[in-house]
RNA sequence: GCAGAGGUAGCUAAGCUCGGUCCACGGCGCCGGACUUGAAAUCCGGUGGGCACCCGCCCUCGAGGGUUCGAAUCCCUCCCUCUGCGCCA
């Protein structure tokens, strides 16, 4: 969430980033139950010092009647602070409940635009694959394998939920190990967190309250299921005072994420939007005048996954009406499919500036008797496992109907070079 | 799940029985100052959040309610930690 000195004091900003980002939020009713809340918290205050006054001299008085003309004052006082008190909590739950569906202000770099046509691509990297045949879709590929089951995966639980087996599930493992590989010598520590977290952590990274609907929950427990591992890695620091040395802290973790996705199901994509799919995600807490940068280097470091796939990529600059509520800045980076000739996002990567910071109370200090400051937070997919494998299918499909095994990945496929249909016994 | 013990500031730790100078004792760490050639030791001051920033004011004892003129202290609900028992891959 925004600071609220800052939205009071820069209405006008405000305003134009919501106009920006195509979000409706009640920004007029923010500022009056801002300014109503301050004029009657003084008010408060000023009742509330007479009242600790008062308070301060009845076991001094030994006079009975005095002290209970004391009393009396006391309780007249408490009948006109009780509505004045109840009010201004009240205007202030107001302020932050309109507080917390403000999105967050986007960077002066970040174009302005309605939807994804106002991206911009900042960078290509490697050659589109044009196989001289025609290509297929990776449900075509993976069903005429016997490694794909979109069925029995609807069977088991429901539609948008499918079944891997034999190389294909595999290869989800070695996707997994390779990716973290990577990031592991680019310096990002290995975490393993719980798939659930609470209502305080949902709303720290700011699922809740805007998109509760996009969750699973468990009502027994309060519990949410985790959309992405955002949430438990930034999570981890919530609450928590860093020192200037702890940063930078980067994170990465694998996790599976689970979204509804209500009112999407087109049946239609295969694996690309699905309820369920695993993600290896990164996660960087730093100082704020370091996030711009680690925003690249976050990018980049997500990137060299692709490169060592050898999967042809660009990065795009997300317009302000194509970022997500609490993103400042965002990088989404697309792998080429030869299927429909289409760009296939296989990542995001963020700058939230202090945004998430604010909301889950993540501090830093510079020096140890300085007042503590919010930190930046950052995160981006490192990279979508589900996604990244429909890239390698779709990319290396061969003309028989299998695909070969990117180099970089044979050492975690036992050292298979290629991926054939399976014979025999395929029940 | 059951029983017991706990949760106090960056850390540590008094206060709770018996409500009122608690405006939260003390210690450690850290910051500033004095002393010193410098340092240590010692001494003084500061060290949760917000408003105002010259005094000053409000809030804060795991969270939220309640009782009371007044709650860290009494009552209720919830969360978390530890110990024992139970269950368990």
New binding site residues.
């Given amino acids: 969430m925004l600071d609220?000195?800052f939205i009071r004091e820069n209405p006008d900003l405000v305003r134009r980033s919501l106009e920006n980002r195509c979000v409706q939020a009640d920004l007029d009713g923010f500022l009056e139950a801002d300014a109503s809340f301050?004029s009657i918290?003084?008010e408060?205050?000023?009742l509330?010092?007479?009242?600790?006054?008062?308070?301060?001299e009845?076991?001094?008085e030994k006079d009975a009647n005095k002290k209970a003309e004391?009393?009396a004052r006391?309780?007249d006082?408490?009948l006109r602070l009780k509505d004045l008190d109840d009010e201004s909590?009240r205007l202030d739950s107001l302020r932050n409940e309109i507080r917390l569906y403000i999105p967050n202000m986007p960077l002066n770099d970040v174009p302005v635009g309605e939807d994804a046509s106002s991206n911009q691509v900042v960078s290509t990297w490697g050659e589109k694959r044009t196989p001289p045949f025609h290509p297929k879709g990776h449900v075509e590929i993976g069903s005429a394998l016997k490694m794909l089951d979109m069925e029995r995966g609807a069977k088991v639980t429901g539609s948008g939920f499918y079944i891997l087996r034999d190389k294909l599930a595999r290869m989800e493992r070695a996707l997994i190990n390779l990716m973290m590989d990577i990031h592991t010598t680019q310096g990002y520590t290995e975490i393993w967190a719980p798939a659930l977290a609470n209502s305080s952590s949902m709303l720290g990274t700011g699922q809740l309250p805007k998109f509760e609907d996009d969750m699973y929950r468990i009502p027994s427990d309060d519990l949410y299921m985790i959309p992405t591992a955002e949430v438990t890695l930034t999570n981890m620091n919530r609450e928590e005072?860093l020192d200037l040395d702890d940063m930078p802290l980067r994170y990465q973790a694998f996790s599976p994420c689970f979204r509804r996705e209500a009112g999407r199901h087109t049946g239609e994509e295969g694996m690309i939007r699905v309820h369920q799919f695993s993600k290896v995600e990164l996660v960087s807490i730093v100082d704020p005048e370091n996030s711009a940068l680690e925003l690249e280097k976050l990018t980049d470091d997500a990137s060299e996954v692709l490169r060592r796939l050898d999967l042809p990529h660009r990065k795009v600059l997300l317009c302000t009406g194509d970022m997500t509520f609490s993103s400042a800045k965002t990088y989404d980076l697309e792998v080429h499919c030869p299927y429909n000739d289409r760009w296939m996002e296989v990542s995001s990567c963020s700058l939230f500036t202090d945004f998430q910071a604010r909301r889950s109370a993540i501090k830093f200090r510079r020096?140890?008797?300085l007042?503590?400051e919010f930190v930046h937070t950052l995160n981006g997919s490192g990279l979508a496992i589900g996604r990244t494998m429909v890239a390698i299918m779709e990319n290396y499909q061969t003309e028989e109907g299998g695909f070969a095994v990117p180099e970089a990945l044979r050492p975690y496929m036992g050292g298979a070079e290629r991926i054939e249909p399976l014979t025999g016994r395929t029940i």
Avoid: D, Y
């Fill in positions: 609220i000195k301050r918290v003084e408060v205050n000023g509330k010092h007479r009242k600790n006054l008062v308070a301060r009845i076991p001094n004391l009393v006391m309780k006082l408490n909590t005072i020096q140890p008797h007042p503590s």
